[in-house]
């Protein structure tokens, strides 16, 4: 008789497995263990030295952030843990966007053990202690209490690949972002330069005339004057091609299109700055896409191009906020630093559903991934219910094997490359 094999039961921690210290106190002693705490601000912080114990060995103090005072702060610790025989130390700085970064490069620089407390851990330990009364001071006690209870996380170190990836996927979408907003106001000014001339294109973005005719004729009237014969003559000057149906449109557009806004030479002006803005924008994106896909075929991320609906973008932010694939033992740690893990209580009081933690990068990312798999396999079992062989499922291709597109549920199995790190995809 066959026997089942048991799933391994968790280790039950009270820390964070990348936060504790225990080991290392218990060596040293509570007493010879120092750990060092910023609360950091965009031009100077706040810091502070205790012993595990809390004993203050350096009250607290304000450094700018400058290569001078950071040294002379390392060298002030240095003296310190020298002076009160501090033999192993912890530095724990506060997570601020980009402000806590002088600070934590200096103290690395200097071979301290750097680690970040998040600021919703210090508020934790600091409202139950001091309610109402957030200043540096008690800021800098809630971080030490923070770190000395496993909070203070080690950061990982990423390959330079996927940092430089990082930075340029979020500069793409910050790109696409603005482009949207541009976008936006070009249809607005577009139609107080000619109402309703955009609802003669289907898709004003994709359409090779829409903007650049208005930009040449600039007003309904101008197109009605010319008549067919006219508008044909500015296709054929500009170089723009058209279907007969098009002209058409726009021509019975022109016909009954209501009176612009007044200032029509002024609009024809902003309308025309903004599509060029939109234009250059548009380069901008492509040649970081290209650079993007340059670093996504170095990483394992790569694999994933192998699933319908998964596109060199999509793949690319993926691997961008993931990071190595080894900082994942499971494809479940993946959707959980996301926020996307049903709440764990005892008894709940709202209900089933997903977490109310705040939402992380990958939450979007992989709500998107998702709907795209959904959409892809949707189509493909339509393509599949009406025989077209050239659209069907690679397993049933392939002579069957297991399901390459997951439900819509948003789900890190898919996107979790780990298996297959140096490993040819298996279709």
């Not at 407390?117 to 923070?146: C, E, M, W, Y």
């Not at 993931?322 to 996307?340: E, K």
């Not at 209900?351 to 979007?364: N, Y």
């Not at 992989?366 to 025989?387: I, K, N, P």
Request: net charge positive; charged share 20%.
């Amino acid at each position: 008789m066959a026997t089942r094999s048991r799933r391994s039961v968790r280790k039950y921690l009270i820390q964070k497995p990348n936060g504790q210290v225990t080991q290392r106190v218990q060596a040293v002693g509570p007493e010879h263990f120092g750990v060092l705490c910023f609360d950091c601000a965009k031009a100077r912080s706040k810091f502070t030295l205790a012993n595990f114990y809390g004993s203050v060995v350096i009250p607290p103090q304000t450094v700018a952030h400058t290569r001078g005072h950071l040294q002379a702060v390392v060298d002030q610790v240095r003296q310190a843990c020298a002076q009160h025989q501090l033999h192993d130390l912890i530095v724990a700085i506060e997570r601020t966007g980009e402000y806590h970064r002088p600070v934590q490069r200096a103290c690395k620089q200097a071979n301290f053990d750097t680690r970040l407390v998040h600021p919703l851990t210090s508020k934790q330990f600091r409202v139950p202690a001091d309610p109402g009364n957030k200043t540096d001071d008690t800021d800098l006690a809630a971080i030490f209490r923070a770190a000395v209870n496993g909070f203070g996380l080690v950061e990982p170190v990423w390959p330079e690949d996927y940092q430089q990836l990082q930075l340029l996927v979020r500069h793409r979408r910050d790109l696409v972002q603005k482009m949207t907003i541009l976008c936006c106001q070009i249809r607005e000014q577009l139609h107080a330069l000619m109402p309703g001339y955009a609802e003669c294109f289907s898709n004003l973005w994709d359409s090779g005339l829409a903007l650049p005719l208005a930009r040449v004729t600039g007003s309904a009237e101008a197109i009605r004057q010319g008549g067919g014969q006219g508008l044909l003559r500015l296709l054929v000057q500009h170089q723009l091609s058209t279907r007969r149906d098009s002209c058409a449109k726009i021509l019975a557009w022109a016909e009954q299109a209501p009176a612009a806004h007044p200032q029509h030479a002024l609009l024809l002006q902003i309308l025309c700055a903004l599509d060029d803005d939109r234009r250059r924008k548009i380069q901008e994106i492509t040649a970081l896409e290209q650079r993007c896909a340059h670093y996504l075929a170095r990483t394992p991320y790569v694999l994933l191009l192998v699933i319908p609906g998964i596109n060199v973008v999509s793949a690319a932010e993926v691997a961008s906020e993931l990071g190595p694939s080894t900082f994942y033992p499971h494809a479940n740690a993946i959707t959980g630093r996301a926020g996307l893990t049903p709440p764990r209580q005892s008894a709940p009081a709202n209900g089933p559903g997903a977490s109310r933690r705040q939402p992380h990068r990958l939450q979007p990312l992989l709500r998107r991934q998702g709907d795209a798999l959904e959409e892809s396999r949707q189509r493909r079992t339509l393509a599949t219910s009406q025989g077209d062989q050239d659209f069907q499922p690679l397993a049933i291709r392939h002579g069957g094997g297991p399901p390459i597109v997951s439900p819509s549920v948003p789900s890190g199995r898919p996107l979790h490359p780990a298996q297959a790190d140096g490993v040819s995809p298996q279709l």
